[in-house]
């Protein structure tokens, strides 16, 4: 079946632009995962769905960041204002039901390269 | 707060010799456990996970994992390694329940197999 999906593949914008990431989940999974990975390191946790609330945002680094799941399915990341240090790849996951034991099943990612 | 460290940036291994890519984790309660594989220009993909039971659990693509509590571990490893095992590999723990469903990764560690 299909798997997560995100659009586009391949992001440039420039310093201050305001950009949206897309992210379609595998079909029927409630939760839906945000992360950010920087090159050299591991993901690192942005925000959690669970359904269309936002159960987790802890790890959103500051109000230029939001991400909506306004139907329980797509999200979309939103960035305001980009700055160059938020160049990196965006990672979005899914997973069947959120639960802590759920395997998180990732798409391939956004490459954001902020000019 | 939760942590996890992979202290090998690249393991090198000649194709038919076992593997051991290594994990320390630290957390205040009940850790979950997981490695992901992430192959070039793909999304990270799920290996295999521990969270109760059996200390060794067993995974996709002949990988294992052996969660040791005394010494915060969860080292990867494969009895016979493939020139198609070179890629990076990350591992990650859930912090439950204090952590909720925030998932931490490691740096990630290259693995080279040559033929």
């Known amino acids: 079946g299909a798997g997560v999906s995100q659009t586009p593949s391949n992001k440039v914008t420039e310093k201050g632009k305001y950009v949206e990431l897309r992210c379609d989940p595998i079909?029927?999974?409630?939760?839906l995962y945000w992360y950010r990975q920087s090159l050299g390191q591991g993901p690192e946790f942005l925000i959690y769905?669970?359904?269309?609330?936002?159960?987790?945002d802890s790890g959103l680094p500051n109000d230029r960041f939001f991400a909506v799941r306004p139907e329980g399915s797509v999200s979309t990341l939103k960035i305001q204002r980009t700055e160059r240090g938020d160049s990196a790849v965006y990672l979005c996951?899914?997973?069947?039901?959120?639960?802590?034991?759920?395997?998180?099943?990732f798409g391939p990612g956004t490459r954001l390269t902020v000019l | 707060a939760q942590s996890v460290a992979q202290p090998e940036d690249q393991v090198n291994v000649a194709e038919g010799n076992p593997l051991t890519v290594k994990c320390t984790y630290s957390?205040?309660?009940?850790?979950?456990l997981f490695w992901y594989v992430q192959y070039p220009n793909r999304g990270l993909q799920f290996l295999l996970k521990?969270?109760?039971?059996?200390?060794l659990v067993k995974g996709s693509y002949g990988f294992e994992a052996e969660f040791n509590k005394s010494q915060t571990s969860f080292h990867l490893k494969k009895p016979s390694a493939l020139v198609s095992d070179s890629a990076l590999y990350f591992c990650a723990v859930r912090d439950v329940p204090t952590g909720g469903f925030k998932t931490i990764f490691g740096a990630g560690t290259r693995l080279f197999v040559k033929a």
């Open positions: 521990y969270i109760t039971g059996d200390n």
């Open positions: 079909s029927g999974h409630t939760a």
């Open positions: 769905f669970q359904g269309t609330g936002a159960a987790d």
């Open positions: 996951a899914s997973s069947p039901q959120g639960g802590s034991t759920d395997t998180q099943y």
């Open positions: 957390v205040s309660g009940n850790p979950y």
